[in-house]
């Protein structure tokens, strides 16, 4: 696996925003990248026993993003290494420069006319109620010759499921409106919410220990950045409850893809634990975690929705 050192990297005059750590703008092989530095942690919480100084987000960025090149879906090109002795990932910038990142958020405050949720009031930006982001995907002028918006949210709903990532809002992922007027569906981005990032090894060796309490972290009480009557929503329920067209075709196509890809997974899990990026009872975890959601949901999901 590619591992570089960013430290004599060039600066970029980008600036970036977003909760989720530091982020620096360089120059890598002339290209632009956003460092993005793992959060720092409370020093004891219910996930971090042992007062783990900072999260594995550089990790679940980088995993999570291959996990979504190997299925065929665009997402961002992601690259593990080190700055200022501390273990970043290097996402490459896909917006060039007079692009413009136009994130479903700000689609969302633009309709016109506008939508009303199921109490009649104006829908904002930033409200996940699921039928609400639907019902704009849907009748969104903008978005009415994007079919491939529809498609992605639904990828995005199925593969974040796999890497346990609940927080796809609606700020983590948009359009990209070009220089010269061209508007594209941006790459996938922001995986770094994934793969339990904060949680330390005593937590992850008590939930391997047993079975109830894996098989709960795996899919039963899991939640995604959606909610169904206001509450957050298990996207394995949203996907078992789905009978949207173009929900079942991804669903159709994505499940034999995922199943597929697990062994390369699994070997990219040992390939990190092998440079020593995790440890081996993280790399059990992950590698159980995924083969949970594989047989405990997604199969079991493709036999009743397509009885094959």
Not at 115 to 128: E, Q, R, S, Y
Request: some cysteine; aromatic content about 8%; overall charge negative.
């Amino acid at each position: 696996m590619k591992f570089v050192d960013f430290n004599n990297c060039d600066m970029y005059n980008r600036a970036y925003d977003g909760a989720s750590g530091a982020k620096l703008s360089i120059l890598y092989q002339n290209k632009p990248y956003m460092l993005k530095f793992p959060k720092i942690l409370k020093q004891r919480s219910p996930m971090n026993h042992m007062g783990k100084s900072r999260s594995d987000s550089s990790i679940s960025e980088y995993l999570g993003s291959h996990v979504y090149a190997s299925l065929g879906i665009k997402v961002h090109q992601t690259i593990l290494g080190l700055h200022s002795r501390r273990l970043v990932v290097a996402c490459e910038d896909f917006c060039r420069h007079g692009d413009v990142l136009q994130e479903f958020t700000k689609l969302k405050t633009t309709m016109e006319p506008q939508c009303l949720d199921h109490k009649g009031n104006v829908i904002d930006g930033l409200g996940t109620e699921l039928d609400e982001v639907l019902q704009v995907i849907s009748e969104h002028p903008r978005l009415q010759d994007k079919p491939e918006i529809k498609e992605r949210f639904w990828d995005m709903m199925i593969v974040d499921a796999l890497i346990g990532n609940g927080n796809r809002n609606n700020d983590n992922w948009g359009v990209i409106l070009r220089y010269n007027g061209a508007e594209e569906l941006a790459p996938v981005y922001s995986n770094g919410d994934s793969f339990h990032h904060q949680w330390d090894d005593e937590q992850m060796q008590r939930v391997l220990a047993d079975g109830n309490c894996l098989r709960a972290q795996a899919y039963q009480e899991v939640t995604c950045a959606y909610l169904q009557n206001g509450r957050a929503a298990n996207p394995f329920d949203i996907l078992e409850q789905a009978n949207d067209e173009i929900c079942l075709k991804e669903l159709h196509t994505l499940i034999p893809k995922i199943i597929q890809v697990q062994p390369l997974f699994n070997q990219m899990v040992n390939d990190l634990c092998s440079n020593d990026l995790v440890t081996p009872i993280k790399a059990d975890f992950l590698k159980a975690l995924v083969d949970l959601r594989i047989t405990g949901k997604f199969i079991p999901l493709f036999r009743d929705k397509f009885h094959e």
